[in-house]
Every structure is written in C-alpha cells, then in structure tokens.
C-alpha cells in the first residue's frame, strides 16, 4: 500500500539556520503530495501541495518539489524563524490510482528553531 | 470563519464508559475523517466519510463507530472504551476525497 516516510528527529536549528526535511514516497500511481503542519496545541494545516511531478509547492518561505524518479518531496526553507518552531507531516493522496479515499502521513518530525 | 470544531477538547474517561466526540464543519464538504495521532506513528486514520450515510474504515478501526446523517457532522463514538484508544484524535473534512483537508483542534482522550 501507499506509503510516506519521514526523516525522523528531532531537529534543533538556530534562526537563520537551512531547515531540510526529507520525506519519501511509496505509491502505486501519481499521488498528490503534501506537506502539514502543527504548530503547538493546534490541529494540522496545510502547508504546501503538489499534484504531479516536478511541480514545486511553496509557501512562507519553504519550498518542496515532486520528484517522481526519486520518489521524494523534500521540504526546505532557507532561513527559520522562531515561528517556525511545529511539527511537521509528510503526506499522499492517490485517490485516483487506488480506492484509497485517505491522506498517508509520515510519522512526523519535530523542529525547533532557537533565537 | 470557515473551519471544523470538534468538542470535547480534553476529556479524561474510564474504561468501558461510552462516549462521543462531536466534529462538525461549516464549509459544505462532503469528504470527512476521523485520525488519532500516536507518538512515533504520525495520524492513523479511523474512519471516513464520502457524504451522508456513506461511511467506511480507515486503518484502524477497531473500537470505533461514526455516523454521517447530516453533511455538516461526522461524530466519533467509543462504546466502550479502553486504555489503548488514549490519543490524541482529529476531525478534518474536505470538499471531496483527495483535496486539502481541513483539520479540527484535536481532542486528547484519556481512557484510565
């Protein structure tokens, strides 16, 4: 079945810091491909999507691209920010490819930014 | 606003004493879910719902019920509770099956 997987952490960067997050993929066709986040206390938003390859989600300064032959939609941003400080969630959605009406998380990596 | 609520937000219960936690969204979706998040397994999926009186299992169903009368409410039922389904568990709802889901607060569960 489909399947993320997630660099595991945690991660601890100081403002300013790369953040990289990797994140792969197992899937039987073209999944959707997203990334969530949590920041403490609250539920998951979205943060960024991307629906078919070398598409490149972006949004508050983090980027991912959707790379099909190595099945991978890494997420990055060049410098954090203390705000950055959540939980992040690799996620697919191949509704079309297979009956699975669901998101595939990854298990999820924990980042906090110091000042 | 747009969004999912969910009530209660914390509970602390006993095993085996039957309880619901209510999801409801205010943005005409006809797709919603029901996940736990468990430390290390990042959201499992429960259930879901296509649209009124459509529901199927998620991945771990076992100890769970839902129900879909109306579009705009998907409550969660534990008829009998155990210490295993002590989580943290999310409401999120989309406009169809595939799209951005929309996620609730959360409700953390205690089952003693």
């Known amino acids: 079945g489909d399947s993320v997987t997630q660099m595991e952490g945690p991660v601890t960067l100081s403002e300013e810091a790369f953040l990289t997050i990797n994140c792969t993929y197992t899937a039987t066709g073209y999944p959707s491909l997203f990334w969530y986040v949590q920041y403490p206390g609250e539920g998951l938003q979205l943060l960024l999507k991307a629906t078919k390859a070398d598409d490149k989600g972006s949004n508050k300064g983090f980027e991912a691209t959707y790379r099909k032959e190595t099945t991978s939609f890494h997420l990055e941003k060049g410098s954090v920010q203390v705000s950055d400080s959540a939980v992040y969630f690799c996620a697919l959605s191949d509704l079309f490819h297979s009956n699975d009406y669901k998101l595939s998380f990854g298990a999820g990596t924990t980042v906090t930014v110091r000042a | 606003e747009a969004q999912v609520t969910q009530n209660p937000r914390y509970l602390i219960t006993v095993t085996g004493k039957k309880l619901t936690v209510t999801c409801s969204q205010n943005?005409?979706?006809?797709?919603m879910s029901w996940y736990r998040q468990d430390p290390g397994l990042g959201l499992r999926q429960i259930y879901y719902s296509m649209n009124v009186e459509v529901t199927d299992k998620g991945d771990v169903p076992e100890g769970y019920k839902v129900s879909r009368k109306e579009k705009r409410n998907f409550p969660l039922i534990l008829e009998s509770p155990s210490p295993n389904q002590t989580s943290l568990y999310f409401c999120a709802s989309s406009y169809t099956a595939g799209h951005e889901q929309f996620f609730g607060p959360g409700t953390r569960l205690t089952v003693l």
């Open positions: 943005m005409n979706h006809e797709y």
